[in-house]
């Protein structure tokens, strides 16, 4: 399994999504994070399971859809970094520091 490293971009978007589910419940915004990471770990066994990025247009950076998340991650040498997590219509992706 490739190493996954976490942008702190893609941290902070983790962040804010459990924060943005917890006024509701604490409960459920903990277990939908684990259930992101989860699924966001089958990149590091799999990493070509997503599609290429169109904004990007480069092999090496891909689009998985996680539980209606959209993350992109990059496909390094040795390691897997995670760039972003959002909702589709809630991110410029010609901002991301690649």
Do not use: C, W
Not at 28 to 52: D, M, R, T, Y
Not at 72 to 78: A, L, M, P, T
């Amino acid at each position: 399994m490739i190493k996954l490293r976490y942008t702190g971009e893609a941290r902070q978007q983790l962040r804010d999504i459990k924060e943005h589910i917890a006024k509701g419940s604490q409960k459920n915004a903990s277990n939908h994070l684990v259930q992101i990471k989860n699924k966001i770990e089958l990149i590091g066994k799999f990493p070509f399971i997503g599609k290429v990025n169109a904004t990007m247009n480069v092999e090496t950076i891909r689009d998985y859809v996680v539980l209606g998340y959209k993350v992109i991650y990059k496909i390094n040498k040795n390691s897997i970094s995670v760039l972003a997590v959002y909702k589709y219509i809630d991110f410029d992706e010609t901002l991301l520091d690649i």
